[in-house]
């Protein structure tokens, strides 16, 4: 159920394929359309100044007949001139030829012309309505020698034959544009399977660890990937990796859980075995190894904590004064059973550093509890907060035997008993739980020997910006 529903709030969206596909062919009909208008607008000029150019050369023929014989205009109509305006859509032609307003031949309500608008021996074009026709009229101004009046001749044709033809051409451009966009879409369809073949190979790379029955968190080997996809395949071996250490952490908490368990369980056995049988020692060697147990799984659950993989919460301030005491508190019961006393070092104030205040405990407390633990009877621990224009530091030491120079490189590492813990309880998990936890702070961890003893420091660097108001403490 958890599975449907967050499959079901991704939401349904179109196939990266036909995403693409879409992306591709609508910006191409969008072209195709732009060049179909274009093109008939293209197409209608050329029909038009073909056309026009024929009637201006039957104009031609017909002016060129006007003549003056003995002081008058005489005309002598062509057959070639009609012949050149034929065509199969059987176009009807008009003329008109007069002088000034005086009718020579023709037809006499063919639009007459602005006579002043004329331009002499220049052809003009124009679109008029002739006995309920739409027409295209050429026309020209002739002076003639001897004669007052210009001569004005026009030839007219109905556009029977033009609009065929503008059909035709548009028809054959659409055709055209159509099997452009036809082919385009059956040649882009193989051309983005080839585009989308290295993001199906990752995808396969991705799907073949789903068949192996341990998980496979190394990096994918999915070839040579383009460029869009590379980050996306680093992304998941990224994820991968904080899979794999994730993973890690738990395989290792659980073999050292086990590890660590199994000396404590099997005393308690033994234990259990000898109590059966009226040991009146056994009870008390049982309370020691549950207390040892105890200890035990706190400290691997403190250092799971630390080591836990992705991302820690905002920081927040805390007051390093207050985990201090807070530790003290905890550790008193400890310390007086121990013989060692404890001790406070800080100067009136606030201390206050960006952290997690439950890694900071932890931290402290394992520092004291080192310090106690492998302290000597009477001896001293003492937990020093200073704080500098640079950083603000956390330190426990103590006035032990401290540690050999050839175990202060070792310090910190898991499970690991140094010289100076023989013949004592502990699990080897202290320095580590700090260590690991100072690290996720962001703070530095220093280890000395200061003879006698040992002095853990833990440095914070200082937050530009931050502003301290010395106080006394609170009694």
Same mark, same amino acid.
């Given at each position: 159920?958890?599975?449907?529903?967050?499959?079901?709030?991704? /939401?349904?969206?179109?196939?990266? &394929?036909?995403?693409?596909?879409?992306?591709?062919?609508?910006?191409?009909?969008?072209?195709? #359309?732009?060049?179909?208008?274009?093109?008939?607008?293209?197409?209608?000029?050329?029909?038009?100044?073909?056309?026009?150019?024929?009637?201006?050369?039957?104009?031609?023929?017909?002016?060129?007949?006007?003549?003056?014989?003995?002081?008058?205009?005489?005309?002598?109509?062509?057959?070639?001139?009609?012949?050149?305006?034929?065509?199969?859509?059987?176009? !009807?032609?008009?003329?008109?030829?007069?002088?000034?307003?005086?009718?020579?031949?023709?037809?006499?309500?063919?639009?007459?012309?602005?006579?002043?608008?004329?331009?002499?021996?220049?052809?003009?074009? $124009?679109?008029?309505? =002739?006995?309920?026709?739409?027409?295209?009229?050429?026309?020209?101004?002739?002076?003639?020698?001897?004669?007052?009046?210009?001569?004005?001749?026009?030839?007219?044709?109905?556009?029977?034959?033009?609009?065929?033809?503008?059909?035709?051409?548009?028809?054959?451009?659409?055709?055209?544009?159509?099997?452009?966009?036809?082919?385009?879409?059956?040649?882009? &369809?193989?051309?983005?399977?080839?585009?989308?073949?290295?993001?199906?190979?990752?995808?396969? +790379?991705?799907?073949?660890?789903?068949?192996?029955?341990?998980?496979?968190?190394?990096?994918?080997? +999915?070839?040579?990937?383009?460029?869009?996809?590379?980050?996306?395949?680093?992304? =998941?071996?990224?994820?991968?990796?904080?899979?794999?250490?994730a993973t890690a952490g738990m395989r290792r908490f659980t073999a050292d859980a086990s590890h660590q368990m199994r000396t404590p369980l099997s005393v308690l056995k033994v234990q259990v075995a000898l109590a059966r049988r009226g040991d009146p020692d056994?009870?008390?060697?049982?309370?020691?190894?549950?207390?040892?147990?105890?200890?035990?799984?706190?400290?691997?659950? *403190?250092?799971?904590?630390?080591?836990?993989?992705?991302?820690?919460?905002?920081?927040?301030?805390?007051?390093?004064?207050?985990?201090?005491?807070?530790?003290? !508190?905890?550790?008193?019961?400890?310390?007086?059973?121990?013989?060692?006393?404890?001790?406070?070092?800080?100067?009136?104030?606030?201390?206050?550093?960006?952290?997690?205040?439950?890694?900071?405990?932890? #931290?402290?407390?394992?520092?004291?509890?080192?310090?106690?633990?492998?302290?000597? +009877?009477?001896?001293?621990?003492?937990?020093?907060?200073?704080?500098?224009?640079?950083?603000?530091?956390?330190?426990? *030491?103590?006035?032990?035997? /401290?540690?050999?120079?050839?175990?202060?490189?070792?310090?910190?590492?898991? =499970?690991? $008993?140094?010289?100076?813990?023989? /013949?004592?309880?502990?699990?080897?998990?202290?320095?580590?739980?700090? $260590?690991?936890?100072?690290?996720?702070?962001?703070?530095?961890? +220093? #280890?000395? !020997?200061?003879?006698?003893?040992?002095?853990?420091?833990?440095? =914070?660097?200082?937050?530009?910006?931050?502003?301290?108001?010395?106080?006394?403490?609170?009694?």
């Open positions: 159920m958890p599975a449907e529903a967050h499959s079901g709030s991704r /939401g349904r969206t179109l196939a990266l &394929r036909t995403r693409l596909l879409a992306a591709m062919l609508v910006p191409l009909l969008a072209v195709a #359309i732009l060049l179909g208008l274009a093109g008939a607008t293209l197409i209608a000029d050329v029909v038009r100044r073909a056309n026009d150019r024929v009637m201006g050369g039957a104009l031609g023929a017909i002016a060129d007949t006007v003549q003056v014989e003995g002081g008058a205009v005489t005309l002598d109509l062509p057959p070639a001139a009609f012949a050149m305006l034929e065509n199969a859509e059987r176009d !009807n032609i008009y003329y008109r030829v007069a002088v000034g307003d005086t009718l020579l031949t023709g037809y006499p309500d063919l639009s007459p012309p602005d006579i002043a608008a004329l331009t002499a021996e220049a052809p003009r074009y $124009r679109y008029a309505r =002739f006995r309920g026709q739409d027409v295209r009229i050429a026309e020209v101004r002739r002076a003639l020698p001897g004669i007052a009046a210009p001569v004005i001749v026009q030839v007219a044709e109905t556009l029977d034959s033009r609009k065929a033809l503008r059909r035709r051409l548009i028809a054959a451009l659409v055709a055209g544009e159509l099997v452009l966009v036809g082919v385009a879409s059956l040649l882009i &369809r193989p051309a983005l399977s080839w585009s989308l073949r290295p993001l199906a190979t990752l995808r396969g +790379a991705v799907a073949a660890r789903d068949t192996r029955a341990t998980p496979d968190l190394s990096p994918l080997e +999915a070839g040579p990937l383009p460029e869009e996809l590379r980050p996306l395949a680093e992304a =998941f071996d990224h994820l991968l990796a904080r899979l794999d250490a056994a009870l008390r060697e049982i309370a020691d190894a549950a207390d040892r147990l105890e200890r035990l799984v706190t400290q691997l659950l *403190a250092l799971a904590r630390a080591e836990e993989a992705g991302a820690l919460p905002p920081l927040e301030d805390v007051d390093l004064r207050e985990v201090a005491i807070a530790v003290i !508190n905890r550790r008193i019961g400890q310390a007086i059973e121990a013989g060692v006393e404890l001790d406070l070092v800080a100067a009136p104030g606030t201390f206050v550093v960006p952290g997690h205040r439950t890694l900071l405990f932890e #931290i402290v407390s394992n520092l004291l509890d080192n310090a106690i633990r492998y302290n000597r +009877a009477g001896g001293l621990a003492v937990l020093t907060i200073e704080r500098t224009d640079a950083e603000t530091t956390i330190a426990v *030491a103590d006035d032990g035997p /401290g540690l050999p120079a050839a175990d202060l490189a070792r310090a910190g590492q898991r =499970f690991v $008993r140094l010289a100076s813990s023989a /013949g004592r309880e502990g699990s080897g998990l202290g320095l580590a739980i700090v $260590r690991s936890a100072a690290q996720r702070l962001g703070a530095e961890l +220093a #280890i000395i !020997n200061t003879d006698p003893g040992l002095r853990v420091t833990l440095a =914070f660097p200082q937050v530009p910006g931050r502003q301290f108001i010395e106080t006394d403490p609170p009694s």
